[in-house]
């Protein structure tokens, strides 16, 4: 399966644990969007990364919430602290270069749960 | 104002008709558009690309007017495999910036 690959597909936390999700881009593919998506909302974007670098992290939570694409491996989102608003599926999307005119291609999500 | 706007819906119509949804979007320096079907619970899925000339794929047409800074989709014969959530979404300096989606219907 050569696609964009998110694990886990759900994840439960209890409030103030830490929630990571990691995405691995399809191959060739060296950057990275991540999105949220609330129940009944549209995706909202957090931020793209490029290997080893964050490019844009306009749409991120300033606190709590940080974003990795190292060389190796896959890109991780972390949330520290969970609070029940981060209940969301947060959906991975990667492309191959600038994506001017180049369409993204998206993981399952992973659906974060928090009690 | 929401850079891309839709009609949330429901759209709701009968199995075989012929329905056509708009997106309009507000900076004039967007570069690239495209319509995106989402299932519920499921990931977004590339429909289509959207192009001044148009783009047609079967029973789905898609045209962009860059003048009056719209989108549309027109879907034709519709099933009712088409019922799903449809976003549009537009592409500038890098950013995708995704509609909150039009949500269709397809009733037997």
């Known amino acids: 399966n050569a696609g964009v690959m998110q694990n886990p597909r759900h994840l439960v936390r209890r409030r103030g644990q830490e929630a990571r999700l990691r995405c691995s881009p399809m191959?060739?593919?060296?950057?990275v969007y991540w999105y949220r998506q609330l129940p009944e909302e549209g995706l909202k974007f957090m931020v793209y990364l490029q290997k080893e670098n964050i490019i844009d992290e306009s749409g991120m939570p300033k606190e709590r919430f940080s974003a990795e694409f190292p060389k190796e491996g896959p890109s991780i989102l972390r949330i520290q602290q969970v609070v029940r608003g981060d209940s969301a599926a947060y959906f991975c999307a990667s492309a191959r270069g600038l994506t001017g005119g180049v369409p993204q291609h998206f993981g399952d999500g992973t659906r974060l749960s928090i009690l | 104002r929401k850079e891309v706007e839709q009609d949330p819906g429901p759209f709701n119509v009968p199995e075989g008709a012929t329905v056509a949804f708009n997106c309009t979007y507000s900076?004039?320096?967007?570069?690239?558009f495209f319509w995106y079907r989402q299932d519920c619970r499921k990931e977004p899925k590339l429909l289509m690309s959207?192009?001044?000339s148009g783009n047609e794929d079967g029973r789905f047409t898609a045209q962009l007017n860059r003048a009056s800074q719209y989108i549309s989709l027109l879907i034709r014969d519709s099933k009712l495999s088409d019922s799903a959530t449809y976003l549009c979404v537009v592409n500038r300096d890098d950013k995708i910036i995704f509609g909150k989606g039009t949500r269709l219907h397809i009733l037997p």
């Open positions: 959207v192009y001044s």
């Open positions: 191959k060739g593919h060296s950057h």
């Open positions: 900076n004039s320096a967007s570069q690239s």
